[in-house]
């Protein structure tokens, strides 16, 4: 199975924009070609994302960040905060922080439970509901019980963690609620 992790994009001002998945090849064609491409996960396919003028792209070890120069026109990769939009950006620090980076992809899915995008999986386990979104955290905790190597286990590890806060979001149990238990645990 081929290693998947978030593409994060950020503009001038460092706000994260917009999100989605991001596969070793598609990093890859983002750097040959000039334009950022993306890991469908429903066709399993790397497909062009967005047409831009300017961006740096840089993956830093278990996802890619790319900052805009100019926020451009994007295919099928939903913005988390429209530009003519009034709501305020959505600030997340990720820099190595683990904790920021959960952060941060729990409010992408949250926005993606707001505005449903179409053609984002995450809007596709929304529509399908609580059961769907409960047995796909349960297959993806199967497959990381199965899984024989490091490389493996990373993996799935990230899709068991994702699927769980898609089922949080649902449940509206917020990540600070999960994280006070876990600190609560260290005493």
Known sequence: MEEIFPLLVFNKNRALVAAALQSPKAYQKSLEQGEIWAFHP??????????????????????TEILLENYQTWHGLAPLVPESSSTPELPVNLPN????????????IHQRNLERPVG?????????????????????AVELILARDDKE??????????????????????????LQELSGRMK
């Open 153 to 178: 286990m990373v993996s799935e590890a990230a899709d068991l963690i994702y699927h769980m806060l898609v089922l949080f979001e649902v449940r509206n149990i917020p990540l600070e609620a999960i």
């Open 42 to 63: 429903e066709t399993k396919r790397v497909l062009p994302v967005a047409e831009t003028r300017g961006f740096h792209l840089e993956f830093k070890g278990d996802h």
């Open 120 to 140: 984002s999986y995450t809007t596709h386990l929304f529509e399908k509901g609580e059961e769907k979104i409960r047995k796909k955290t349960g297959e993806e």
């Open 97 to 108: 922080a683990s904790g920021s980076i959960l952060e941060g992809l729990a409010a992408i």
